[in-house]
């Protein structure tokens, strides 16, 4: 059923930190870009742009962006493809220019989005993902030519998982859902 299938991607999904030194065909590539385009965003505002990188000295460069002693430090040079997902600001969340929402810019909702469907689609097809959130992100802008209407909101390596991690400890739904009221 597919409805399994769909938790079993999700319950399996795991953030992967080495890759195998193989290529990710230009197809699979395409597929991911496919579940990215057809993400929800706020009114349609389709903000994210994605960046492919798959050249070594580039990758380097974007590495020293990264927190020091960030695990996923290696992976951004190692990972045969670097996805790098930005948002363009001042748009999602917005209407006749002025922000709607308490939380403001709904770009980052909107990037989340995207890059869960990604993350997923790159799972159904045998590859690896993780998340990397912690680096100089206008140094990752500079290092990449994001304008300054974007921002570089997400690493993301992509590849064949080399090592796929154990599930982590995950809460009991009992332990955060309510019903009603908080």
Known sequence: MAEEQLMKIIKE?????????????????????EA???SPSW???????VILVRDRAVKEKVQETIAPKNPATKAIVNAPVLIAMCGKKNDSGYYNNAVTTKFGDWMLFDLGLATQSLCLAAHDLGLGTVIVGLFDHDKAAAVLGVPDT?????????GFPAKT??????????E???????
Do not use: G, Y
Not at 44 to 49: F, L, S
């Open 150 to 158: 974007h921002e570089v909101v997400a690493l993301i390596p992509l």
């Open 176 to 182: 955060f859902t309510h019903s009603d009221r908080f």
């Open 165 to 174: 991690p154990s599930p982590p400890k995950r809460r009991e739904i009992t």
């Open 43 to 49: 009114a349609n505002t389709q903000v994210w742009e």
């Open 13 to 33: 999904r795991r953030s992967v930190r080495k890759f195998e030194e193989k290529d990710v065909p230009q197809e699979m590539l395409d597929t991911l870009m």
């Open 36 to 38: 990215v385009r057809w």
